[in-house]
Structure formats: C-alpha cells, structure tokens
C-alpha cells in the first residue's frame, strides 16, 4: 500500500470575515481604525496566516468587537476562529507570536470633563472679550468722521453745511454749539461764514470725559 500525503485545507473562515466585512460596505482601513488595530491583522485574518497573529487572547477580544461592528454573532465568529486557530498552530509547532496589535496611539475621546473644560473657557473667553471691549470703550475717544467740507476749502458761498458722523450717545458741538445725532450717528449742521479764513471746531464727547476733535479752516472770498 502506498501512503501519500495531502494538503490540509484550513476552513474558510477567512473567506467569511472578508465576506461579512464586505456586507457591512467597510475597507479593511475603515475596520481597522474603528477597533483601533493595525490593518495587516485583519488581513491576516482574512488571508487565513493564523501563525502571523498575536496570542489567542487578544484575537478573541477584538474579534468580539469586530463581530459587533459587523451585526454578526460574537460566539459564533470566535467558535469558527477558534477551529482555525487550532489546526494552524498544529502546522506552525515553534511559532512566536508576535506583538499586540493594538496601536500606541489612543483615540480622542469626548468626555464629560473635557465638554465641561471646553465650555468653561469658551465662557471665560467670551467675559474676557466682553471685558477688553467695555475697557477700550471706557479709555478712548469717541469715534469722529468728517464728510464734508473737505481740508483747506476756499468758498465764495456765505454759508455751508457741515456733514459727517460720530460715536452714537455721544455729545456733538460745532464752534461751541449743541449739534444733533441721528440714531446711526450722522449729523448735517449749517453753519454761517464771515469774510476771510472760518475756523470750525467739530467736537464729540462720550460721558467719560473722553472727546475727538476735528478743525476745518474755511476761506470765504
């Protein structure tokens, strides 16, 4: 009688985790970063290359969270895993495992501490810009633009308007006199010329004492 030996065939269980990775429509990148393990053991895995994994202990562990990602039965796919293993190692007598095949890096994760840290400053953040702007408002001058009449104007009218805009609540005095402020801060004010160089004092105070002047010599000929 004449002995021949045969190829032993591993059972397809790699073929099946492909299969119902597939199914659930993740690349073998995809399921790796959400089990937080290197892709080459679940190719491994898929390849049927039991003598290339880490410890049984650590397969289980993570073949039970794959199972759950995948909606199959945890038991189930670690029983199939189990009968591979057994017969891979009978093969591979010597093998070291090798490392785990958890990453070093760790996930960012969003705990109830960190929510509440990040809150806390975006509040803090929020009083300390609400703070700068009450401070600036408090030491410097209102706000003064001067639209017309333009620097240096030489007229042959006998009288002109003064058109421009200031700092709203604040008080607004031509050469001395009252002049109102529209809500948006705008102000128009005639104002009467006398022969040879005017001198136009525009000045606006806030409530702090703070003012912004601005002075127009106008020639009248």
Do not use: C, W
């Not at 397969?59 to 038991?75: C, H, I, T, W």
């Not at 421009?164 to 005095?173: D, K």
């Amino acid at each position: 009688m004449v002995f021949t030996s045969k190829k032993v065939e591993l059972p397809n269980f790699g073929e099946r985790l492909k299969k119902l990775r597939e199914e659930a429509d993740f690349s073998v990148q995809r399921a790796a970063h959400l089990l937080n393990i290197q892709a080459k053991y679940l190719q491994r895995l898929e390849s049927g290359e039991m003598e290339k994994l880490p410890a049984d202990v650590y397969n289980k562990g993570f073949l039970r969270r794959y199972a759950k990602l995948l909606d199959a039965d945890p038991e189930a796919l670690v029983e199939e895993y189990e009968k591979e293993a057994r017969i891979a190692q009978h093969l591979s007598q010597g093998k070291v495992h090798q490392a785990l095949p958890y990453l070093r890096g760790r996930r960012f994760i969003i705990t109830p501490r960190f929510f509440t840290a990040v809150l806390g400053l975006f509040i803090l953040l929020v009083v300390g810009g609400y703070l700068f702007y009450q401070l600036h408002f408090l030491i410097s001058p209102p706000r003064l633009s001067i639209f017309e009449p333009a620097e240096d104007l030489t007229t042959d009218q006998a009288s002109l308007i003064i058109k421009g805009q200031a700092e709203r609540g604040a008080q607004l005095t031509i050469n001395g006199q009252v002049t109102y402020i529209d809500k948006d801060g705008n102000f128009e004010q005639p104002v009467n010329l006398i022969q040879g160089i005017n001198s136009i004092k525009i000045e606006a105070a806030n409530r702090f004492g703070k003012s912004r002047s601005v002075v127009r010599q106008i020639m009248l000929r």
